[in-house]
């Protein structure tokens, strides 16, 4: 299975469970719906998918949507290109792309090179806040395991899941400035931004990937625009 796959399975297979995780978040976990998620794991809560225990915020709840409107991952390009286009329009500083080269606007082969880069993303930023355990990590594991029979894809995910978190080692991810736009999008829809740990990890993740400040922002402000 391609990254591309199976991370429209995950946002797909995940819309529920997250919607149904944000009104259990308030009762249980101590307000934390990825906690509230596995409250209920083993049953429904396990089938719904990685994305309902990966992304447990609200944004990421609101990216649910938003990616099943567009397309799963081609949501993310999208808001990339859109967040491009403005700041060329805004900033002098801005470089001159006639057409910037997101997810959604590049080959099959190029848009898996997008993928697994957000992948990764999404994977470091849940771990932000350092909530992600043991336990957690094997009902991730076992998730990704409904969604593909690709044992070497498995093990990169399981591998991800183990890497201390290191915003320095996700950037080198970022080979262009569209999958840096991609990622950080990615990253916005995980962390909580009132949470000291997770805002302090965007921002170093932006810093890691050189995102010009002003392009930070217009990424921030898309992502708001668009519900993510």
């Given at each position: 299975m391609s990254i591309m796959n199976l991370l429209d399975q995950m946002l797909q297979s995940g819309q529920g469970a997250l919607q149904n995780a944000g009104n259990r978040a308030n009762a249980?976990?101590?307000?934390?719906?990825?906690?509230?998620?596995?409250?209920?794991?083993?049953?429904?809560?396990?089938?719904?998918?990685?994305?309902?225990?990966?992304?447990?915020?609200?944004?990421?709840?609101?990216?649910?949507?938003?990616?099943?409107?567009?397309?799963?991952?081609?949501?993310?390009g999208l808001v990339a290109y859109k967040a491009f286009s403005t700041w060329q329009q805004n900033s002098a500083s801005a470089p001159q792309v006639s057409q910037p080269r997101t997810v959604d606007r590049v080959p099959a082969l190029e848009a898996e090179f997008h993928g697994k880069a957000v992948l990764r993303a999404i994977i470091a930023a849940a771990k932000a806040d350092g909530h992600i355990d043991d336990r957690e990590r094997q009902l991730i594991d076992q998730s990704i395991a409904q969604l593909t029979s690709d044992q070497e894809l498995q093990a990169w995910v399981d591998q991800e899941l183990r890497k201390p978190m290191d915003p320095a080692e996700v950037a080198t991810s970022a080979t262009t400035p569209e999958i840096a736009a991609e990622m950080y999008l990615a990253s916005l829809l995980m962390v909580d931004e009132e949470n000291f740990m997770e805002r302090a990890y965007l921002d170093e993740l932006a810093r890691q990937m050189n995102l010009d400040p002003s392009f930070k922002m217009e990424l921030e402000h898309q992502a708001r625009q668009a519900q993510l």
């Open positions: 249980t976990a101590g307000g934390n719906p990825l906690g509230a998620l596995l409250t209920g794991a083993g049953g429904g809560a396990l089938a719904a998918g990685t994305i309902g225990v990966l992304m447990g915020s609200k944004k990421a709840r609101k990216m649910g949507g938003t990616a099943l409107k567009y397309g799963g991952l081609a949501a993310l």
